[in-house]
Structures are given as C-alpha cells and as structure tokens.
C-alpha cells in the first residue's frame, strides 16, 4: 500500500459511516431543488441529462451532466436545477424524513429536458471526523472522463440503480457498504485526480507534506516538535511550517493538537479508560496539560465530556425502547 492510500485510511477510518439514506431523481425541466447543511456527506451521480450546482460560497454555477460524480463532505448546503436561478423548492418539502437506511424514489414532472440522478447521505459520526477530514473542501466533482479513469469506482456507480431494488434480506447493509466504497474510492480519486487544486488535495498529495500528516494521524502519541515533523518531512522548520499551513489551513502543531484531541474524545466516550491512561495515550505526559488542552479544545473537561457522551447515550436507549413499546 502506498503512501496516499495509508494517509486516506487514516483520513477515514475514524469517520464510522454507520447508515445512508439513498434516493433516486426522475426530473423534467422546469425543477429546482435546495437543500440545508446536513449533518453527513452528501453525493450526486447523474445518471442522465444535465443539472446545475449553485452553493453559497461559490460565485459561479456548476455544470453537472451524465457520468459526473459531486461529493459533499460535509454535507454542505446547495442548490440543484436544470438552469442557474430557477426558483428552487426546499429539500425538506419534498423528503422531510430521511432516516438512514431508507430509500425513496422522487420524481418531479414538466415538459422539459429531463434529468435522473442517484443521491446518498452517508451518515458518520462528526465528532469522531479527522482534523484533515474536516478541512476538506465543501464539494468536489469528478467528471465523467475521471470516473471511467477508476474502474472500480466507475462499476461500483452502475451498479447502485440496481442495490436495494429487490428489498432483499441485508439490503441495507449491502447499500450502506457499497456508498461506502464509492465514497472512499472517490475520496482516493480527488487526491490523485485534482491535487493541483484546493489547497488540502494538494496537501494529501504532496510528498512531504503527507509524510508528515501521515506521522500525526498515525502516531500522534510522540513527543512530537515542529523540528521533528520538518526532519519527518525531509524540509527544514521554516518551509515545512510555512507550506503546511498553506496547505492544510493550520499550523503542524495546531493539526496535531486537533488529532490528538479528537483521539481523546474517542476514547472517553467509548472506554472505561482513566483519564491518566488516555492522556499518555494522546501523547501528554501529565494529566493535568491534557486537562487543560481537552478544556481549551473542546470547551468541556474530559470528565464533563464522558458524562456528556453517557448521558446521551441513555437518551437515545431511552427513545429506543419507547418506540419500540409503542410499535
């Protein structure tokens, strides 16, 4: 496994993707669709036709046609049409309830050109997403001539028409795994494919600046320096610092103390660890700097954390089993 495919792994694995809600577009111009920031990541796969992407932060419309895969990590909020400006009905209209592991088919009449999509949401645990995840763009987009250029992804995309149709036993399982292979493989795509683009793509790319982030994802529990991540790096401490936060939007020690800290949060939440054992584990050798930097970082103390995650943890059984006494 090469470099790229070892910080990618790093870059997903903490990421949990535990459920996705899957619909399929049949759409006849005139239509118009928005949709709010949701709390997972979003893609589109144009099946036929031709649409247009408009988000807030990007001044000029996108044009999406058959064949072009867009990947909202972090599920941000935009605007589907067959043209720039035509008045758009909220998604919640249309879709107000979408649980992961359902499916819908949506379509919406006119007498124009028409348009079919397949659209994912891939839910993941937030709070345990990569400091690197989360300064990934808000979209990228894979043409049609960069998906065929991956043929797994390219097969994995004509095959999911096809995934949950029957209504078989493990279908969502099988729906959830294959959105989630298309999602990896198009995350691996955009690093090779569009490095020369937004800054954290060249970041993953970058031949020193990946080694490094590969150190701090996976062994963020060193003693680490900004000199020993520049001699990791192979630069000296004034380039590595400089093209770092160029590239990853934050300073090396401020990335680690991130990685460190989202680490921490794992673990406070999913073990019985004390908290002396985690902060050796996150790379503090006293517990009271760990406290301090949890605080600092996450605005609660490890302990107010834990309580936080276990109260919740409760309310939600609790739900559970109020709906199932219900049902």
Not at 225 to 242: D, H, P, Q, Y
Request: net charge neutral.
């Amino acid at each position: 496994m090469d470099s790229d495919d070892d910080l990618l792994s790093e870059l997903l694995a903490p990421l949990r993707l535990h459920g996705v809600f899957y619909s399929h577009w049949s759409m006849r111009a005139p239509w118009g669709v928005a949709g709010e920031r949701e709390h997972c990541a979003i893609m589109h796969y144009v099946t036929e036709g031709e649409c247009v992407m408009e988000l807030p932060e990007v001044a000029d419309p996108v044009l999406l046609r058959a064949g072009d895969l867009a990947v909202f990590p972090h599920g941000s909020g935009h605007r589907l049409a067959d043209r720039p400006g035509r008045p758009a009905v909220p998604l919640a209209e249309l879709l107000p309830a979408r649980e992961p592991g359902t499916m819908r088919a949506m379509q919406i009449d006119g007498s124009g050109s028409a348009t079919t999509m397949l659209c994912g949401g891939l839910h993941y645990n937030d709070a345990a997403a990569a400091p690197l995840y989360r300064a990934l763009p808000s979209v990228f987009v894979l043409d049609k001539a960069m998906v065929d250029s991956q043929p797994l992804l390219a097969q994995m995309l004509h095959r999911l028409p096809g995934e949950g149709s029957d209504g078989g036993a493990g279908v969502r399982l099988v729906v959830l795994r294959v959105f989630e292979l298309v999602f990896v493989l198009a995350l691996r795509a955009a690093i090779s494919e569009l490095a020369t683009g937004e800054p954290v793509l060249r970041a993953l790319h970058h031949p020193a600046i990946s080694r490094a982030l590969l150190a701090i994802h996976s062994r963020f529990a060193q003693p680490w320096k900004l000199e020993s991540l520049a001699a990791e790096a192979g630069l000296s401490r004034s380039a590595f610092a400089s093209t770092f936060r160029a590239l990853v939007g934050e300073p090396p020690m401020r990335h680690l103390t991130g990685r460190r800290m989202q680490e921490a949060a794992r673990l406070l939440a999913e073990t019985t660890l004390a908290h002396n054992r985690i902060a050796e584990r996150v790379g503090y050798r006293s517990t009271v700097g760990f406290h301090l930097a949890f605080r600092s970082w996450l605005g609660q103390t490890p302990g107010e954390y834990r309580h936080s995650c276990a109260s919740a943890v409760k309310s939600a059984q609790h739900e559970e089993s109020g709906a199932a006494a219900i049902g």
